[in-house]
């Protein structure tokens, strides 16, 4: 078991949840992730991390599979111009490469923000550490897990 996969299984127990992870393969879209498990597209918590221009720091946007951010609402949201994450910083923050970064098992607190979308299901899919990766969890145990703060951001 990767360090990545490791992390986020033990945040989950640590939290009560059930760590049910479950490996995919290589699924490189979340339309890809939600064919493999069987759900819908917007049951898919996709990760989507930015870089603060003013903090540099990396920011955490959750959202449902189908939803694009809004640059402008994210950035009104964070207090400050954002930018692309690079896949360094991301690392560096997150400990997890991209495509598998997870709600949980950071290797620091990062700011995060959740798409209200993703709370109108019983059960969301989320990157488990590794592009190949995911577990479910119900979105409602989210905001105290990650500390995200429910919010619009999306087009």
Do not use: Y
Not at 46 to 59: D, L, N, T
């Amino acid at each position: 078991m990767s360090k990545s996969l490791k992390r986020v299984r033990d945040a989950l127990l640590a939290a009560g949840i059930a760590a049910d992870i479950r490996e995919l393969g290589q699924t490189r879209t979340a339309e890809e992730a939600a064919a493999a498990v069987g759900c819908a597209l917007d049951q898919i918590a996709k990760s989507i991390v930015f870089r603060g221009e003013a903090s540099g720091e990396a920011i955490l946007f959750l959202t449902a599979g189908g939803n694009r951010v809004c640059d402008a609402k994210a950035s009104a949201l964070a207090g400050e111009p954002l930018g692309k994450a690079d896949a360094d910083l991301i690392r560096a923050q997150t400990g997890f490469a991209i495509g598998g970064v997870a709600p949980v098992g950071h290797l620091t607190p990062i700011r995060a923000f959740l798409d209200p979308r993703l709370l109108e299901f019983d059960t969301v899919w989320a990157a488990a550490g590794t592009p190949r990766h995911v577990f479910p969890l119900d979105p409602h145990v989210l905001p105290g897990l990650t500390g995200a703060r429910v919010a619009d951001f999306t087009l």
